[in-house]
């Protein structure tokens, strides 16, 4: 009995501290002309995005908050320079 609420006590840690999930991060945004300025920055080229808005209304334009995985990765292999974000 003892050894199974350890084993279930080790389970339930394990499933605990895994990665939480992380939001996906594409280029490209759609700006909806609705009224309620609804927007969707979900698309990975600007074809799927101007497919979305159309007929819909609205616009497309690059993910102010995108960052490339070549961006993300030059700049933690940039020898000597940390950026100011992980400093805060």
């Given at each position: ?28 945004c ?27 209304g609205?616009?497309?334009g ?5 960052q ?21």
């Open positions: 009995m003892r050894i199974s609420l350890f084993i279930l006590g080790v389970f339930a840690a394990l499933v605990c501290f895994e990665k939480p999930a992380t939001a996906q991060n594409y280029p490209w759609a700006y909806y002309d609705m009224g309620t300025g609804a927007t969707n920055c979900g698309f990975a080229i600007s074809q799927q995005c101007l497919a979305a808005v159309s007929g819909v609205g616009n497309c690059p993910n102010p908050a995108y490339s995985c070549q961006d993300h990765i030059r700049r933690l292999s940039t020898p000597g320079v940390i950026p100011i974000e992980e400093l805060l």
